[in-house]
């Protein structure tokens, strides 16, 4: 078998339209402009490349785009004390601490002030929390990107043996809480996994997301069976070059698969769109309107 590829470079571009659709009414109707800030602490240049990119794509769906860029030597309270500000600024609908954060600052306890109905990464303890009892959350943009093409590949989920290879706060876990609410039967893997090989190949849905380069082969894959490549690694070539690769061998998997997406291309851009989407939810949630049923969980 030859697997289908899925396009989320498509994908994603589709999602940001119907966000696009979004706002422009929520403007007319509502008189009313989503605004996303994003922080960036320090000039790491690959950060620096995707803030631009988010800024971009930000004001292509309508929305207002606040970037704050901030010395790699902020103190923490300085961090903190501009996260207050954007948690009272009615403005700002969702705001985006981009991570990693330099060693000094404490990540955890800065994603964990942000206020979390703003939280639009889905990275605050309470969405955690919320996703983890069923409640309504701000669900983590990459894990709800490769839901929407899980079902868009599938259409129900239901009864099927998911395979989450990768145990992080914010893809794997809250990535198999999504699946398990879809009533997958989900089983976390990770590097620690013994004969990983044997365990992914029970999988229907595998979704991959540990950060090593191919680590999974065509072996590891079902006939069959859908697989999300969540991995970005960026190697050095031989001429100098740098390519992006994901954590799944894609020529030898895609022989075994039944779809799969590839890197670039796959789940990169959907993260981006997911970013978008959850900067609209968290606009209507703020505002008492109803919510883009089409972009939600
Ligand atoms: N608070 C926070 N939230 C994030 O969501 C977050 C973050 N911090 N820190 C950095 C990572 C990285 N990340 C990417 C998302 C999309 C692409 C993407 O669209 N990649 C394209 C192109 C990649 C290329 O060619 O360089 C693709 O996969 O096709 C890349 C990287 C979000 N992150």
Redesign the pocket.
């Known amino acids: 078998m030859t697997a289908k590829i899925i396009d989320?470079?498509a994908f994603?571009a589709n999602v940001r339209g119907r966000v696009a659709d979004h706002v422009a009414r929520l403007k007319e109707v509502n008189g009313l402009t989503p605004g996303l800030a994003v922080v960036l602490v320090g000039a790491d240049p690959?950060?620096e490349?995707?803030v631009r990119?988010k800024g971009k794509q930000t004001v292509a769906a309508g929305m207002n785009s606040y970037k704050h860029r901030l010395p790699a030597e902020t103190t923490q309270t300085e961090l903190l004390g501009l996260i207050d500000r954007l948690n009272a600024d009615p403005d700002v609908h969702g705001i985006?601490?981009?991570?990693?954060l330099p060693t000094h600052l404490d990540e955890a306890l800065v994603i964990n002030a942000i206020a979390p109905q703003k939280d639009v990464?889905g990275?605050h303890i309470s969405n955690a929390g919320k996703l983890a009892t069923g409640q309504k959350a701000m669900v983590?943009?990459?894990p709800l990107g490769c839901l929407m093409m899980l079902r868009d590949t599938l259409g129900s989920l239901a009864g099927k043996n998911a395979v989450v290879v990768g145990r992080s706060n914010?893809v794997g876990k809250p990535m198999a809480q999504l699946l398990l609410r879809d009533s997958c039967t989900v089983t976390i893997a990770h590097s620690r996994t013994q004969d990983l090989a044997t365990v992914c190949r029970n999988a229907d849905i595998l979704v991959v997301a540990v950060g090593r380069p191919e680590l999974i082969t065509g072996d590891h894959i079902k006939q069959g069976a859908v697989v999300i490549d969540v991995g970005?690694n960026?190697l050095t070539r031989d001429d100098g070059k740098t390519k992006?690769v994901g954590d799944v061998e894609f020529a030898r998997a895609s022989e075994r698969a039944g779809a799969i997406t590839?890197?670039?291309?796959?789940?990169?851009?959907?993260?981006?769109a997911c970013?978008l989407a959850n900067t609209l939810t968290a606009t209507c949630r703020a505002h008492g309107l109803p919510e883009p049923g089409d972009l939600t969980p």
């Open positions: 989320g470079k994603a690959a950060s490349v995707y990119n985006l601490v981009q991570l990693p990464d990275f983590p943009c990459t914010i970005m960026r992006l590839p890197v670039p291309g796959g789940v990169g851009p959907m993260t981006i970013l």
